[in-house]
């Protein structure tokens, strides 16, 4: 499976921006969807997962500005961010967690490759 990642860019502290991440390949379903970032000389961390059922876990730095939510027939993952921070620039990936393949083959974790936001006036 690949996961491409999209939507990030240039905005202005207090703008918001939507992320998406798109699986393909031949998957059969996936576990848990999420959003993990890194800022420059920090080490990555966890941003917002979902479950496969829908439920939610934030960090508590973007609780309340962040929303994730995904697309289970289209294997995709989006994260809305709202009320941006410069804190917030960072390399944002997404991951899939417990890929089972239509093939039956199982794998636990996948990453796609990072999009950059960058904050700032």
């Known amino acids: 499976v690949q996961l491409q990642a999209s939507g990030g860019g240039l905005v202005q502290p207090g703008g918001s921006l939507r992320l998406s991440c798109a699986a393909s390949?031949?998957?059969?379903?996936?576990?848990?969807m999420g959003w993990y970032r890194q800022a420059p000389g920090k080490q990555r961390e966890l941003v917002a997962v979902?479950?496969?059922?829908?439920?939610?876990n934030y960090a508590d730095s973007v609780k309340g500005r962040f929303t994730i939510s995904r697309d289970n027939a289209n294997n995709t993952v989006y994260l809305q961010m709202n009320s941006l921070k410069s804190e917030d620039t960072a390399v944002y990936y997404c991951?899939?967690?417990?890929?089972?393949?239509?093939?039956?083959?199982?794998?636990?974790?996948?990453w796609g490759q990072g999009t950059l936001v960058t904050v700032s006036s």
């Open positions: 991951n899939a967690d417990g890929v089972t393949y239509s093939s039956g083959t199982w794998h636990p974790r996948v």
């Open positions: 390949g031949s998957i059969f379903s996936i576990n848990a």
């Open positions: 979902i479950s496969r059922g829908g439920r939610t």
